[in-house]
């Protein structure tokens, strides 16, 4: 099973019999059975036939819209049973700060160690001294027992923003490529090419997340780490959060110290901030699918919400978050003349 994205300026899905059709001006670009599908991406300058849309509902395929900066418009979600039980557990514990408190400490402890474990991994691939990053991943080691000792979520929180200041520092550190610089993690809208990338991956996981959750039968925007905000699904936010360090932030790093991404492939955007040329986001999209591959990513979020899950009736008692391992061995050389099946 694949995600088909569709990025292309102007093309236009459509149904043929089982399988969807992308063309664009009269031309066949590209044909996929909708069997081997699981989800479809298109950016809002692409056009979706209503039969099309149909058929994906009708073969339980969701679909997303983004814009070209990466901000998800809305998604199209087939109907699903809805496990009422589980839900209603979701809205009796949401009420209780002794339960947010424990699932917080727990899903942020292990994001600071895959973050440790995102430096680690670059200190020891990296030639000669790194004492930023050495010493962020140092910072960050002693940082995780005052998560366990914080008696409320703003103490937690600001324990986290201690951990994210250092983070970052030896984020800039670790981007070798030269044309861009990195200010510091900045969005809404991303200012800058490296935050821009960043942005666009976090969307990504909290998509999968989100989709997910709905399917499992959660409700999405009632988390126990993000407050409740219009528009934003909390607890899909909360989740994704162990996942940016070895997911995204080591993917971006490699577009851009691997020179798969260069100065040339971004540009100013209207509603402010830059993005990606289309050439670029299939360069990116590419990466995408091979960085999601490696990690066996689409399964580890599924075990991680049959996970939640049981907590949340009451089998188990805290969230066992997903640990990336500095030892897990790199990605394969990329083939860039390899051709894109999974998009357009």
């Known amino acids: 099973m694949a995600c088909l994205y569709v990025v292309e300026p102007g093309a236009v899905v459509s149904r043929s ?3 969807l059709i992308v063309e664009k001006d009269g031309q066949q670009l590209l044909e996929v059975e909708l069997a081997h599908l699981d989800s479809v991406l298109v950016l809002n300058t692409v056009s979706i036939s209503t039969p099309a849309l149909c058929a994906l509902l009708q073969a339980g395929v969701e679909t997303a819209f983004l814009t070209a900066q990466g901000r998800l418009l809305g998604q199209l979600t087939p109907p699903s049973s809805r496990n009422l039980l589980l839900r209603r557990s979701q809205y009796d514990k949401e009420r209780d700060p002794t339960f947010a408190l424990r699932q917080s400490r727990a899903l942020l402890a292990a994001k600071l160690e895959n973050q440790r474990q995102v430096l680690i991994r670059h200190a020891s691939d990296s030639p000669g001294p790194q004492l930023v990053v050495e010493g962020a991943a140092e910072a960050l080691a002693q ?25 970052w520092q030896a984020f800039r550190e670790m981007l070798k490529a030269q044309g861009f610089c990195f200010p510091g993690r900045r969005a809404h809208p991303p200012p800058d090419p490296v935050n821009a990338v960043l942005s666009f991956g976090y969307t990504l996981v909290t998509n999968l997340l989100t989709s997910l959750l709905d ?77 999601l591959a490696h990690l066996n990513l689409r399964e580890a979020l599924k075990a991680q919400i049959e996970q939640l899950a049981r907590v949340y009736r009451g089998s188990e008692e805290e969230i066992r978050p997903w640990r990336w391992s500095a030892r897990q061995g790199p990605l394969p050389p990329s083939d860039s003349d390899g051709q894109m099946a999974s998009g357009l």
């Open 143 to 167: 940082l995780a027992p005052a998560l366990h000792q914080a008696a409320n979520l703003p103490a937690l929180l600001g324990v986290e923003g201690r951990a994210a200041a250092r983070y």
């Open 215 to 291: 399917a499992y039968g959660f409700d999405p925007w009632l988390g126990f780490l993000h407050s409740e905000t219009y528009g934003h699904p909390s607890l899909a936010l909360d989740l994704v959060e162990v996942f940016r360090a070895p997911v995204v932030d080591r993917l971006a790093l490699r577009l851009f110290n691997l020179r798969i991404l260069q100065p040339r492939d971004f540009s100013p955007h209207p509603e402010g901030g830059v993005r990606m040329c289309d050439e670029a986001l299939r360069r990116f999209f590419r990466e995408w699918e091979r960085t």
């Open 17 to 19: 019999g089982q399988s």
